[in-house]
């Protein structure tokens, strides 16, 4: 379970209505049980129920079992599509272990806006599904000119491009494997040549293809996190 509170021995955990509900009404649990917790900073601990009402409740948290476990420094930057498959985006890149999601608006971007609030719930959900420690974080809707024109110096960019055909990925790997990294993922209607052209002069650029039919970007960005992992990942 997910909780916005620091996590430590004898901590106190007070539930809100919809954890208690969803603690005693859809999982059944009691006074003494047992609930795991994650906030995100402090790794997971396992509580015990303390307190258990309809509308609220307590755990106490008794001792760590897992601690922190940081995802590599990946950014997975996308340009938000419709409501769902955006959702979607967000979720498989928190169960696929990126460390920030930024969604950006690019010439072509179908949404110009996006709910901060909703994704990262999505993000929270996905992280606890998967028994991770960390969630990531979802920044708010940027311009990507604006994100390019403070790119650090040593991050690294597998700016995926259907236009292209090889895979710089596997060299680039071993000439950056400690470096932080970030992927890119492009609106329905792809990057327009501007946009382009700035991508493939970036130092830090390496264009990768995700083989040979133009995915949707929903689908590209799953491809894309999993070659990663495979070139980079632990
Ligand atoms: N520009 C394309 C068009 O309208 O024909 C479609 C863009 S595609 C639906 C969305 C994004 O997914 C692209 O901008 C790119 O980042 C990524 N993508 C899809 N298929 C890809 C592939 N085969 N190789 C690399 N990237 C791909």
Not at 55 to 60: A, K, P, V
Not at 86 to 107: N, Q, S, Y
């Amino acid at each position: 379970l997910y909780v916005e509170h620091p996590l430590g021995a004898g901590q106190s955990i007070p539930l809100t209505k919809e954890q208690a509900h969803y603690l005693f009404g859809v999982m059944r649990q009691r006074l003494g049980g047992a609930v795991a917790l994650f906030n995100g900073s402090d790794g997971e601990w396992q509580a015990e129920v303390t307190e258990a009402g309809k509308r609220g409740g307590t755990l106490t948290c008794r001792v760590q079992s897992k601690p922190l476990q940081m995802p590599p420094d990946l950014w997975l930057i996308f340009a938000p599509i419709k409501k769902a498959r955006t959702d979607f985006i967000v979720e498989k890149a928190a169960e696929m272990g990126a460390a920030r999601i930024l969604p950006v608006g690019t010439e072509y971007t179908n949404s110009e806006r996006i709910r901060q609030d909703r994704l990262q719930a999505h993000a929270v959900e996905a992280a606890e599904q998967c028994g991770g420690t960390y969630v990531p974080q979802v920044a708010d809707l940027q311009k990507l000119s604006q994100l390019l024109d403070h790119w650090p110096a040593e991050r690294q960019l597998m700016f995926c491009d259907e236009a292209e055909v090889g895979n710089a990925l596997q060299l680039a790997a071993q000439d950056h494997k400690d470096a932080p990294w970030a992927i890119l993922i492009g609106p329905e209607g792809g990057f327009s040549e501007k946009e382009r052209k700035r991508l493939h002069a970036m130092a830090q650029s390496h264009v990768v293809s995700l083989g040979p039919r133009i995915l949707r970007a929903d689908t590209a960005a799953v491809a894309a996190m999993t070659l990663w992992q495979q070139a980079l990942g632990d």
